[in-house]
């Protein structure tokens, strides 16, 4: 019998079971550390609802919103049959119209949930195509270099800028990355739309979780 790829054994797993486990508040809601996580990062609007849904390949696993800065907890989500890893969908950050005490709580969730969870194995930092490496960017980027969580760098929306464009970005990117102590040096670019990168990124988050 052929041996799978990565890819394929990413495929495979992602269409069997994947759930909804809880959505934390605060650190006391956090689902005991029984298996591996991968969680998800990024500013508001930058499509990682939609990029969840892609990898799991769900419409609505995790909620798409249009209004900024809508998830402000920690959403679990359990893969395999019985669970091999959890996926955790963080509070977007960088939303400018928040109360100042939303943004706090935010932080300290956050930080709080980083630097202490052991079970935690990578974060994906999600950066918007059309816009590259912003200051909120780089905000999140110190607090997971302060934290030793190891991160990879995802490019989200590839496919809504020019071929030339894309490669600057990536470039400028790459160049950024290096600066950083936890970040994984290689870049992924994706588009949610298209499935462009998705399979690649699919067998990442298995290598990362360790199954």
């Not at 919103?65 to 998830?71: D, K, L, Q």
């Not at 905000?139 to 989200?156: F, I, N, Q």
Request: charge should be positive; avoid cysteine.
């Amino acid at each position: 019998m052929d041996e799978q790829s990565p890819e394929q054994r990413a495929q495979r797993l992602f269409s069997g079971r994947v759930e909804f486990l809880r959505s934390a508040p605060s650190l006391q809601f956090l689902p005991d550390p029984e298996v591996p996580e991968i969680a998800f990062a990024g500013r508001s609007n930058v499509g990682k609802s939609s990029l969840l849904n892609a990898l799991t390949g769900r419409r609505a696993i995790a909620r798409t919103s249009v209004t900024p800065g809508r998830t402000q907890e920690l959403n679990f989500f359990e893969v395999g049959s019985p669970t091999l890893f959890r996926l955790v969908d963080m509070p977007g950050y960088g939303f400018a119209k928040a109360p100042l005490k939303v943004v706090e709580n935010w932080r300290r969730l956050v930080r709080d949930y980083l630097r202490g969870r052991v079970v935690l194995k990578r974060t994906l930092v999600l950066i918007d195509s059309r816009h590259g490496v912003k200051p909120v960017d780089l905000e999140m980027m110190k607090m997971l270099d302060e934290a030793a969580v190891g991160y990879r760098l995802v490019l989200t929306k590839a496919d809504k800028i020019k071929a030339s464009e894309l490669e600057a970005v990536i470039a400028a990117t790459q160049a950024e990355a290096r600066k950083h102590s936890a970040a994984f040096p290689v870049i992924h670019v994706t588009s949610s739309e298209k499935g462009m990168g998705i399979e690649e990124l699919r067998a990442a988050v298995l290598e990362d979780a360790g199954v």
